[in-house]
């Protein structure tokens, strides 16, 4: 009719009240965008370079060969009866892919500050990118592991399927840090200054260079209160069938790593609702 106004709907978004509880159909409504930001993250990281996807063979495949001369040749390291390069090379893999996505995932929220000030997302969208974006690198290594376990003669014991349960610890591990990490970055800028020096005391931490097995085995619960001890030792374990982490062990990696998630989650969430104006 003419003269009247017409009628719009205005549509408020408003913090969740709640921040331990996570809505998962509004973030599986999103998945199209963490797939997006996945790709482009790939694009980005690997535009414009000679070797392109090979960085993600070179650089597991140079620390191996550094790992193996220094701390395996030089040293006398045991490697629980492994080949040196097969030693270093599995627990590289998982090490590698959960400290570059807590890197990559702690200045994600900066990265994408334009985005978020403008646009209403599911910020956790975000740091999953990261998360999903290195499982890529992981699976092109993976595929030379494989190969090289043949080329010494090893082929991958019967608790191969076992890969899976430590994949997923490493994954949820990855995932909570980056959530912890990401959230504390946007009120804190100097926590990525930090960070590198944090991930190289823990990879020292953790039986990179040297296998778990030399751990006293009294002692080994409390040494698997780090997620990345048990993640590696039986990432390698499966894979080859040496040096079985424990079942407590395993426990207590797997108990830590729900509770540094679901604390992550109610910490982002929290973070979430005043995100844009501390970005």
């Not at 998945?31 to 392109?52: C, E, M």
């Not at 991930?199 to 085995?217: K, N």
């Not at 698997?224 to 374990?237: H, K, S």
């Not at 424990?246 to 729900?258: D, E, K």
Request: hydrophobic content about 55%; overall charge positive.
């Amino acid at each position: 009719m003419t003269g009247q106004t017409p009628y719009t709907a205005t549509l408020r978004i408003e913090p969740s009240r709640e921040p331990w509880r996570l809505d998962l159909p509004e973030i599986w409504r999103y998945r199209h965008l963490a797939l997006l930001l996945t790709w482009r993250d790939l694009r980005i990281r690997y535009k414009q370079t000679l070797l392109g996807a090979a960085w993600a063979i070179l650089q597991p495949l140079s620390t191996m060969l550094f790992f193996g001369l220094f701390f395996g040749r030089l040293a006398r390291l045991p490697s629980d009866g492994l080949p040196y390069p097969i030693f270093y090379y599995s627990a590289l893999l998982p090490w590698l892919y959960v400290s570059h996505v807590v890197a990559n995932g702690t200045n994600v929220l900066h990265e994408h500050a334009r985005i978020i000030g403008r646009v209403y997302f599911p910020r956790i969208v975000l740091p999953v990118a990261s998360v999903l974006g290195g499982l890529v690198d992981l699976g092109i290594a993976f595929i030379v592991l494989i190969l090289m376990m043949f080329w010494y003669g090893l082929i991958p014991s019967m608790w191969l399927p076992a890969v899976v349960f430590f994949l997923v610890l490493a994954v949820l591990t990855a995932t909570a840090l980056s959530l912890w990490l990401s959230a504390l970055n946007s009120r804190f800028r100097d926590v990525k200054y930090g960070l590198t020096f944090a991930l190289q005391l823990w990879m020292f931490a953790s039986p990179v260079v040297y296998p778990m097995t030399i751990v006293p085995e009294a002692w080994r619960p409390l040494y698997a209160l780090n997620p990345m001890a048990v993640v590696i030792q039986g990432f390698r374990w499966a894979l080859t069938g040496q040096g079985f982490p424990g079942a407590t062990p395993i426990a207590v990696s797997t108990v830590c790593v729900i509770a540094l998630l679901a604390g992550g989650l109610v910490f982002f969430r929290r973070t979430e609702a005043v995100m844009a104006d501390l970005l």
